[in-house]
């Protein structure tokens, strides 16, 4: 257990290192925009997307630096979202892992652009990374990656979300917000990680379905922490899904129910990492490590 | 003289025509934002960026449908650029080409979100032509367009017309502004067109600095026209740099000056086309046609 912990903090540093390296330093006329993207990029975000991205790249077997770029982008997608998501406009947050929000920092002018520059600097960085390997896997892998980020995934949830407040939400609807504003991504951390690492098409079925059962056990994990966690132990205002008027999975199907649901959902997790034996060890680790968070 | 206004409309047609296949018909629980994204997308845009991308296409002798979905990317980068800007945050503007802005019609959330929808879908729409034609060209014209869009170029930009407000800017933040902002995507319409229709290397240079000199004097003369139209002409409120405390280039040059500037990179870009002979005409015509426009 030790050195699961360990090798994950291990890869965390080596995210910083590189996401330290593909944002920029603040520079020129407008070097403000980078002190805001880096304000977001480095608030202590847990680094969950792209460990999850190198552990499935891993998982298969997969060698070289390809991986990195596509972790970073990713990052930066998450990142991004989340600056767009704190806006008055949407959310209203005022804090996020305890820091203050980037449009309370910047204002919300330059918040909006932030989250702009992040969206568009993840496809420059994959480009680049594209264009010096020369590979079609990647391409294939921006592809998913561009897929899930878009209408057709998180920015479909978020809007669903947003047009949910203070409105009757069925379990179909909060269903659809969960799969596309939070599993997406992270099914295709999963699915991106097997893809740049070569692994087998059945390889890549079993991870990007490791991705769906973990990222839905997330979210409604995180609905829960939102009833259950303190403001101190959370980093942000807890309850706040109540405040906004939002549906969670606990809210519709009880705190009870919804914690077996996890609990089924990281089950269906272990099962898909069974095909990978030892390899999967370090994600069979983390999948538990991330369900017993209280953070 | 008709020919070339009647190619144009073609052109222009055409280009919608590959929009409104693009960008999704309205469905699903998340369908108010394909309604926002298609309301900005057909409320009366020039097309000014996709028909210069395909004119510096057939200039070099392209042939083919890859640059449609170029095109159109780079029109809905274009397009999420203004629903952004036009945000209260940002330049609040109510109308755009005389209809209300984005925001005005859907609220603020989902003019964020149609605008992030319309960034990512660029990407996507570029991807899947890549990942069909299979074709390095496409990628090194991808990466043009990403590098122009983001910090380094329009995001740039419109981070130092946003920070510049009420504040004294000299004649080189002037300049940076209108680079960035608006040049560099101009400039990358006319270079991606050329790549893709794989031109020489001495024909993409002639026609990204002729994308320069088009995209700095269509930027001066949209200063001029901003002091000297009509609310009626422009199809949104005249002196809105002066009422949002924007220096432009009438503001620190004088009138006379900058019209003297537009006529000399008009015939700084016309000397660019030279060597296209009579493939270039139709860029020749459509310069001269944009400098004369009084809206």
């Known amino acids: 257990m030790m050195n699961f912990k360990k090798e994950l903090d291990n890869k965390v540093e080596i995210i910083n290192k590189y996401l330290d390296e593909f944002i920029p330093q603040p520079h020129g006329y407008a070097e403000v925009i980078y002190d805001a993207m880096r304000y977001s990029s480095f608030a202590g975000g ?3 997307r792209p460990v999850l991205m190198l552990s499935a790249f891993e998982a298969v077997g997969g060698v070289g630096e390809i991986i990195y770029p596509f972790a970073c982008a990713l990052e930066m997608i998450h990142t991004y979202s989340l600056i767009h998501d704190d806006l008055p406009a949407m959310d209203n947050d005022d804090y996020r892992r305890g820091k203050l929000t980037n ?3 910047y204002g919300e002018g330059l ?4 989250g702009d520059a992040l969206l568009n600097l993840a496809f420059e960085t994959m480009i680049h990374a594209i264009k010096s390997q020369k590979s079609w896997e990647a391409v294939e892998a921006m592809d998913v990656i561009a897929s899930s980020a878009g209408i057709k995934g998180m920015i479909g949830g978020q809007v669903v979300d947003l047009i949910s407040e203070h409105k009757p939400v069925d379990i179909d609807i909060l269903h659809y917000i969960h799969k596309n504003k939070t ?3 992270i099914q295709a951390a999963l699915k991106v990680g097997a893809i740049l690492g070569k692994g087998s098409s059945t390889e890549i079925k079993a991870l990007e379905e490791f991705g769906y059962c973990l990222g839905m056990a997330f979210q409604v994990q995180d609905d829960i922490l939102d009833v259950i966690s303190t403001q101190e132990e959370l980093g942000k205002p807890i309850k706040s899904d109540e405040k906004n008027g939002k549906a969670t999975f606990v809210s519709l199907k009880g705190l009870e129910y919804s914690k077996e649901y996890v609990k089924q959902l990281s089950r269906d997790a272990a099962h898909q990492l069974e095909i990978f034996k030892e390899k999967g ?3 069979s680790w983390l999948s538990e490590y991330l369900m ?3 953070y």
């Open 46 to 48: 847990k680094r969950l």
């Open 103 to 105: 449009h309370k920092v």
């Open 111 to 114: 918040a909006v652009l932030a």
């Open 183 to 185: 599993t997406a991504i």
């Open 281 to 283: 060890q370090f994600l």
């Open 292 to 294: 017993s968070r209280t």
